[in-house]
DNA sequence: GATGAATGAGGGTTCATTCAT
DNA sequence: AATGAATGAACCCTCATTCAT
């Protein structure tokens, strides 16, 4: 019964931002020029300006909308005692956020050089910078901590690469069961971190 | 024994080369101009094209010279028989190698969308591939490959991020002395590859 | 009597007026956007359309508000006969009215260029022709018109920069006061212009 | 004689000053686009900045060339003992050498809102208000400080206006003649301010 | 071995203005 | 009485590249 089939208040800005969000993914943030967004949608490129001030702004919306679970994520791990149980917990979840918040990580990745100077570029790292820093928490010794830093970047990384030069094709699986393999390996390796066993930094055949 | 003439044939081309590393991995790719090279090395952008056909053809030049360890590493890995022990010294001398080369690995990892139609983007995605398909060769099994997987990723992103978000920076020793700990750690994920253990993606508790 | 219902039609235009001709003052017509006027006011631009055929539609009213005294100056000095106590009396009213119509003068004085091919910049700058005009009417001999014309540029101009670059920062006592010593001057100078004194065109000494 | 037909090192860039100039006076700085001043030479937007780093420049290199004479009388002022004479003699200078820059100033004069916030503006304004200074140097008493100042203006601006608003297109002679017959009346004016006669702030009859 | 001069294409951004609601 | 949405034209500026000298 009634579907509005054309929204009163435009939707533009939605469709700007998911407009965007597709190419510059595909093409990159830098590469994409605010003309091939407007033509995408149909629209004039000041037509774009009504509605976002910049196009760092359009990725700054972007960012926000698709970096809201990440930031829950933090928010309740900020509110956990730092145990290594908190922290499995923590790398279970952030590998699946990644996993629906995939493409804006994917600008970050594929577009630091550019995104160096810009404040949505610290926006986006600093998410990043959050869940490690929250991964290390409470971490003393050294070789603990690399464990930790592994298993962060395998499941960080291990997101952006799953289909990509890490793993090669003929790999079994959908993504998903990939990510949740991956993640088992992750989640091993901070074991090591806080079981009695002597840390691999200090065990003589590694050298 | 007196000046050799021949050696001071202009080095301007490895000074151009030199300089505009240092600005690519400064500023980024494609936010680094040719004007900015030129001037940084006193000369006129015009001079760049005498010894270079294109701005990718510096980067080309720049990924060829400092490319060659891993390329020779590959070369190495490519005659030797896909044996536990081969990966494992493969892997550590891919940390070595990357150490030194991180300059051109930089450019690609932060540069990644404006490379990806670049001749010289597939040059260096090729290698890290290579030594990606080598440390998977011969493996069959899923739990294993994603243990692989973790220690190249480990290795590989480790290298980037030594001194940045994921490694927090209380952390103690030097970056040579971090390198070498989490390549203690890869090695260990490795290990776990290849013995006999149940692999971690199957293990019931992680689900 | 009660609330005047009538009284409190919206004053929004003229809340239009008074922001615009602030904000020309301060940053000149051209580069004052009219999303700055809207912004200001705490309405949108379609609202000063409105009120207002054009941007310089908004200009031109308060040209016509502001410019009254002045008009009404040029009326009077019409009715006068052309002695030289109605050019002395003139100069004396045209001080005053300037000091008061100052913002819009202001206006016109800066931003010349821009207003040249307006018709509100014919306005206002008819007024000060028309001045000028009835400063100098009936006087024949070059060197008394030249009188008149340093009286006329003193009196117009030193209203301008009273505070600026022709008036010294140390310079003493209000601008008030200021603007009346130099009217002063400019009388002094008109006085000379209808003595039977040779006027210094003439005079062998300033060549 | 061989009177080189075509400067072997191209001209381009006195032909953009020249170009820019006349742009400037006619239509105003602002309302001139660079694309205008292009056209207008045949050549390419991009060309204007191969010669200048901004359209401010262009600006400030009409401003360095045409300016000088006035920084050279400048100078030669601050040299000299700020006596009458000395006064006198500015005066005269200054009223030549604007007659030769007429065009800078007269940019500067009608582009103030837009000139004022620009490095180029204020170049402009620093001279007329060292001019403006070394006119006043060392006067103490205020009525003689505002004949000096009404000379000035009616030199500065008597400049512009030379055949505009003030001074009735009637006028006889050339514009030379009335830019004499104008230095005249100034001169007139100062030695009022260093006569021994009470200035006419002072005098009973003008309030 | 290198320069000076120039280009064509495109970048992001801002503006006054319009119009249906 | 006013808004939200959009436009078209223009803006200044930067870039990689070319070529005669």
Chains 1, 2, 3, 4 share one sequence.
Not at 27 to 43: N, P, W
Not at 59 to 79: N, Y
Not at 179 to 204: H, I
């Amino acid at each position: 019964m009634g579907s509005t089939p054309q929204a009163r208040r435009s939707d533009t800005r939605e469709r700007i931002q998911k407009t965007a969000l597709d190419l510059f993914v595909s093409h990159g943030y830098e590469k994409t020029s605010l003309r091939e967004i407007a033509e995408a949608l149909g629209v004039t490129k000041a037509a774009l300006y009504y509605h976002f001030k910049t196009k760092e702004d359009i990725l700054s919306a972007i960012s926000r909308d698709l970096g809201r679970p990440v930031d829950e994520l933090i928010a309740w791990a900020e509110e956990q005692p730092p145990t290594p149980e908190t922290k499995r917990e923590l790398l279970r979840r952030y590998s699946a956020a990644l996993a629906s918040a995939m493409p804006v990580y994917r600008i970050l990745q594929e577009n630091q050089a550019t995104l160096r100077d810009l404040a949505v570029g610290r926006e986006l790292r600093d998410r990043v910078t959050a869940i490690s820093r929250l991964m290390h928490a409470g971490d003393l010794e050294s070789g603990c901590r690399m464990r930790v830093t592994s298993a962060v970047l395998t499941v960080h990384f291990g997101a952006f690469t799953l289909d990509g030069a890490f793993t090669p094709d003929e790999e079994a699986g959908t993504a998903e069961q990939r990510r949740e393999a991956l993640l088992g390996v992750a989640l091993d390796t901070l074991s090591g971190a806080y079981s009695p066993a002597p840390t691999p930094a200090l065990a003589p055949d590694h050298a």
